[in-house]
């Protein structure tokens, strides 16, 4: 109570913990004795110690003897005031409080309108001292801070950033400072790619780190706090146009002592694979004036990686050049000849230069200084260990997928090297598998080491299914992996004293006779200038068992691996220019191969010197060797006798044609017994094989002596013979069922163009596959091809082979055997097809499905062409006689209508023929004597116009054997024959 009437209170709500003060006098109502109440409209209220507030109210209460009254100080008569003493000090102190409580009321006012704008210019302010633009839809002023709402902040010249938060909390210090941030439930959006913005970032941090430290102060203690919640980031085009990386659940939070950051999942998406983490956290701690990161973990990892390659696109890609030449002679001379006339150099040629890495001296050094900086940066910002606490991987490859883990990665920091630790966690009752690797600082000495086992495929993570795996419960995996990052000689002549002459000299020490040896070397001293850097040394001893694999590439049932060791030590230059591979060994059972040799580049060229094969062991022996399934329908053949095999190659592209090719195939396996279903002597009476109809649908075949659809050898013309020994098979009567001869010309044609552009199938091999295996390419379909030849060979003539051949081969769509062939192209048989007949037919084998004639039933032009060269190719080989060559250039073939020329009666009267005669030896008929009188058994064809051949390159100055007849010199446009008597021909448009 206070004097003249006048009273003061103070109320405090426990609740709410707010406090209230209120100002009010106490008049008498005349007559009555009752106390009123006349509470001055001044109220201060306040909530300690954020916020304040001054209102008016005005309340009315009677005394304690009025019903219903109040009184606010006491009750009954010690509560009313007596109104004695000098009223003009009441009333002074009543218009000195009227005039308080009307400033606080005017300052709450300007309060209220002017601190919210003052508070966002401030902070604005700031952020711009911190090299950032702010703006805010509102402010709210608090005590000692200021609330902004729906800001945006983006870093000034930086673009391609911008953050948007519900809301950020500004703590003030003395002088309007910056003492706190808090930022909530906000996005950080980022548009652009990885360099692009990582560049305007650096550039920004560049100019404005020592501006903001400026206005924080020198002291450590004289910097802000900030805290982040729910903060997530997105970001667009990192990687390429439309990807989208996203982080979710950020906490961050910075004090003057420590720094925390925490995020609960980051999803990182690149076109080569993804990276999904979960759980990351980081603590900073300042010691010292500096910060140090004392501990860093991440719960679970999850990455992918796309090896790349579609396995639909890889596989038609794969097996389209061997579809074009597969079994095909003269395709193989058009791939030769499309060699021949392209560039010399490998590098234009797109060939083995074309598929591997671009020439670089410097790239292995800048890999070095890359890893050491990355190195010491981790050296110099990581704890004493960082671990990723489970980690998962993934690999996949078209719809195949390989996963690996959980594992456990760690990372350990030393004074000079980082060691890296990946341990799988399953259980494993061996020696664990364990991946363990060492990194400089100076990012030279690099080492990386996998070793231990042997244990299950299931103990990694890998996943039944996964590549096609099956039992990975059982299959085990065990051995050692080491690879090491060493400095190399500046010259190939240099490392010579490592071995990289002796190397390549010693794998091809054994073919010095073939001349091998002299072109390796020669290879080595023309790159002797070549630049090597950094190298990577690989040695590998690694076994698997107990493998079980489902791959259509291998197989069409899964394929089982036994046991298997691969082992060598590998060389690879960083800088492309050299890759040496050093007592390389695949074991399989019993069976080993073996492989070294050296590749060496320079800017405009490449060397390669290899040499590899199998040492001699019992056919048998590598029969059983085979991985089960691999050899399905010859796995229960028997063998007896043994095998080896020796393989080179010295190749140069700047001296193609010095080029040398070693296949040296000791082959003295006999197979003794098969199963009733591969034996060859049922083909003798009437049998079923399956076909592809022309709906590509599989349809049985029947055929055989006594059916429809058989022709014998002796009811075909010899035209048909001819046809083959040129276009398919020059050596036929001379091979084992193997051309020695074709597979160096092969292996030759496919390095030089650093892909398959050429087989080596010969007619025994093309009737194996056709007799037996289905069209698929598979591995397993070579190997029991290599087999079933060999079988034929030992159980059949040449003369049943070709007749064989003949009556089963594909020659149209759902067109199979020659006599079939004969009434659906020309209306006739087989003993009458005429020369250009035969060979148009022998000449569609590669490719028999396609179409060859046009609306009216004329060939077209192309094939018309080709079949008239293949027509000089035989004549220059002896086959056919002058006067059928311009016989056979004057016919015109015509679909479904039989050559009916009376000069082609004369040719119905054939000779008889030797099958047995040398390949490039005498025709299947004589030649006309010099006089012109015809031969005995030969009718004098019509005379017809001279059809000159078109210019090729000139034969080679082979004189053909001794017991060839006299024949007609070729003339310099004559079509030359390829080293091997195998003749060049002109690739179809």
């Not at 630790?421 to 364990?434: M, R, V």
């Not at 002597?681 to 009437?686: D, K, L, S, Y």
């Not at 079933?788 to 759902?814: A, C, D």
Request: hydrophobic share 40%.
């Amino acid at each position: 109570m206070l004097q003249g009437g006048r009273w003061l209170a103070w109320g405090r709500s426990e609740g709410s913990g707010s406090s209230t003060v209120t100002y009010g006098t106490i008049r008498e109502r005349a007559g009555t004795g009752d106390g009123v109440v006349a509470r001055l409209p001044v109220v201060m209220q306040w909530k300690w110690p954020r916020s304040w507030a001054l209102g008016l109210r005005g309340l009315r209460s009677r005394g304690a003897g009025s019903a219903g009254g109040e009184d606010p100080v006491g009750s009954g008569a010690d509560a009313a005031p007596t109104v004695t003493g000098s009223r003009r000090r009441g009333e002074r102190w009543r218009w000195w409080l009227a005039g308080l409580g009307g400033g606080a009321v005017l300052v709450c006012l300007v309060l209220l309108f002017a601190l919210g704008p003052l508070l966002k210019s401030r902070a604005i302010a700031e952020a711009a001292k911190r090299g950032v633009e702010l703006d805010a839809a509102r402010v709210r002023a608090g005590w000692m801070s200021a609330t902004l709402y729906d800001v945006s902040l983006q870093p000034i010249g930086v673009s391609a950033l911008r953050a948007r938060f519900a809301t950020v909390r500004v703590g003030i210090g003395g002088g309007l400072g910056l003492r706190e941030l808090e930022v909530a439930d906000g996005t950080v959006e980022v548009d652009g790619s990885v360099e692009v913005v990582l560049e305007q970032v650096e550039r920004w941090r560049k100019e404005w780190r020592g501006r903001a430290r400026a206005s924080e102060g020198t002291s450590a203690s004289a910097g802000p706090s900030y805290r982040a919640a729910g903060v997530g980031l997105v970001w667009k085009n990192a990687f390429e146009p439309g990807d989208e990386q996203r982080w979710a659940g950020l906490q961050f939070e910075r004090t003057q002592e420590v720094q925390q950051v925490g995020l609960d999942h980051v999803a990182l998406e690149h076109p080569r694979g993804t990276v999904e983490l979960a759980g990351l956290k980081a603590l900073w701690r300042r010691e010292a004036g500096a910060e140090r990161l004392v501990e860093a973990s991440i719960a679970e990892a999850r990455v992918k990686a796309n090896l790349g390659g579609d396995d639909a696109g890889a596989t038609a890609a794969r097996t389209r050049a061997p579809d074009d030449v597969d079994g095909s002679d003269a395709a193989r001379r058009a791939a030769e000849a499309r060699a021949d006339t392209a560039p010399t150099t490998a590098e234009e040629a797109g060939g083995l230069t074309a598929r591997l890495p671009a020439v670089d001296p410097d790239r292995g050094a800048r890999w070095q200084r890359l890893l050491g900086r990355l190195v010491g940066d981790l050296i110099e910002r990581l704890p004493e260990q960082a671990r990723v606490n489970s980690l998962w991987l993934e690999l996949e490859r078209g719809e195949q997928r390989l996963h690996l883990g959980p594992s456990t990665l760690t990372l350990d920091r030393g004074a000079e090297a980082l060691a890296v630790a990946l341990t799988p966690q399953g259980e494993t009752k061996g020696t664990p598998l364990s991946v363990r690797a060492t990194v400089p600082r100076s990012g030279k000495g690099f080492r990386l080491a996998v070793e231990g086992g042997p244990v299950s495929l299931s103990t990694l993570g890998v996943r039944e299914g996964d590549f096609g795996l099956v039992g990975v419960g059982q299959a085990e995996v065990g051995g050692v992996l080491e690879v090491e990052l060493t400095d190399a000689p500046t010259s190939v002549q240099d490392a010579a004293a490592h071995g990289a002459q002796d190397t390549a000299q010693e794998g091809l020490r054994d073919t010095a006779q073939e001349g091998l040896r002299d072109t390796a070397q020669e290879g080595l001293r023309d790159t002797v200038e070549a630049e090597i850097g950094p190298q990577l040394k690989l040695r590998v001893d690694a076994r698997l068992a107990h493998l079980t694999v489902q791959s259509d590439r291998l197989a069409p049932r899964p394929v089982s691996v036994r046991s298997t060791r691969l082992s060598g030590k590998g060389q690879v230059d960083l800088g492309g220019t050299r890759y040496a591979l050093e007592e390389a060994e695949l074991q399989v059972g019993e069976a080993a191969f073996r492989l070294e040799g050296v590749l060496e580049r320079g800017a405009d060229h490449v060397a390669v010197q290899f040499r590899g094969g199998t040492p001699l062991i019992a056919c048998q022996t590598l029969l059983d060797s085979a991985p089960r399934g691999l050899l399905d329908r010859v796995e229960q053949t028997r063998m007896q006798g043994t095998l080896a095999l020796d393989v080179g190659v010295a190749f140069d592209s700047r001296k193609p044609a010095d080029m040398k090719v070693r296949w040296d195939l000791k082959n003295a396996c006999r197979i003794t017994d098969v199963p009733p279903s591969l034996a060859p002597e049922r083909f003798g009476a009437p049998f079923q094989h399956e076909v592809v109809g022309p709906d590509n649908s599989t349809l049985l075949h029947e055929t055989g002596p006594g059916t429809i659809n058989w022709t014998p050898i002796d009811g075909m013309v010899p035209y048909l013979e001819s046809a083959v020994l040129v276009c398919e098979d020059g050596r036929f009567f001379r091979h084992d069922g193997f051309d020695a001869r074709a597979i160096e010309s092969s292996i030759q044609m496919n390095v030089r163009a650093g892909r398959f552009v050429r087989g080596a199938s010969t007619v025994s091999m093309q009737l194996a596959k056709n007799l037996y295996l289905s069209r698929e390419k598979q591995m397993s379909r070579k190997l029991q091809e290599a087999v079933l030849t060999m079988l034929l060979e030992q159980r059949l003539s040449k003369r049943e082979l070709l007749e064989l051949y003949f009556n089963i081969v594909e020659l149209g769509p759902g067109v199979y055997g020659i006599r079939q062939a004969a009434q659906h192209y020309f209306a006739t048989t087989p003993d009458q097809l005429t020369l250009a007949q035969s060979f148009f037919l022998v000449s569609i084998l590669p490719s028999p499905t396609r179409q060859f004639f046009d609306a009216e039933g004329r060939l077209n032009a192309g094939r018309a062409a080709y079949v008239r060269q293949l027509l000089r190719i035989a004549h220059e080989r002896g086959r056919i006689t002058d006067a059928e060559l311009e016989l056979g250039l004057t016919e015109e073939l015509r679909f479904g209508v039989p050559y009916t020329r009376e000069e082609a009666a004369g040719f119905d009267d054939f000779s008889e023929h030797d099958p047995e005669f040398d390949v490039d030896g005498p025709a299947t008929r004589t030649a006309p004597p010099v006089d012109g009188s015809v031969a005995p058994g030969v009718h004098a064809p019509a005379p017809a116009p001279h059809v000159p051949p078109p210019p090729a390159t000139p034969p080679p100055a082979t004189p053909p054997p001794a017991t060839a007849p006299a024949r007609r010199a070729p003339s310099p446009s004559s079509p030359a024959s390829a080293t091997d008597g195998t003749p060049r021909v002109p690739p179809l448009q």
